[in-house]
């Protein structure tokens, strides 16, 4: 299941530079203007599109526009942060 694969650690990561985190959670609302503003397809979506016949909605499109954003992918979040 794509959820639990995206959810999982790859390898163990050390973080030996700064690195800047966000005073504020990313809501569902953000994440989606930033799918239509940059025309990004999110990894779930276009996963599901390489399966003929099967089209699927990603997971965090299903929740309030003012809730924490859940169930992206670690490649949605880079290209949200690098937007």
């Excluded at 530079?17 to 940059?38: C, D, I, L, N, R």
Aim: hydrophobic share 30%; with cysteine.
């Amino acid at each position: 299941d794509f959820v639990e694969r995206s959810s999982q650690p790859r390898h163990p990561v050390r973080l030996t530079q700064p690195y800047y985190m966000g005073a504020q959670e990313v809501t569902v609302g953000h994440f989606q203007w930033f799918t239509k503003e940059s025309r990004y397809t999110p990894t779930a979506e276009r996963e599901s599109k390489e399966k003929p016949g099967e089209k699927k909605e990603a997971i965090w499109r299903k929740f309030n526009q003012d809730q924490s954003v859940m169930y992206i992918s670690w490649e949605d979040a880079r290209e949200f942060c690098l937007w």
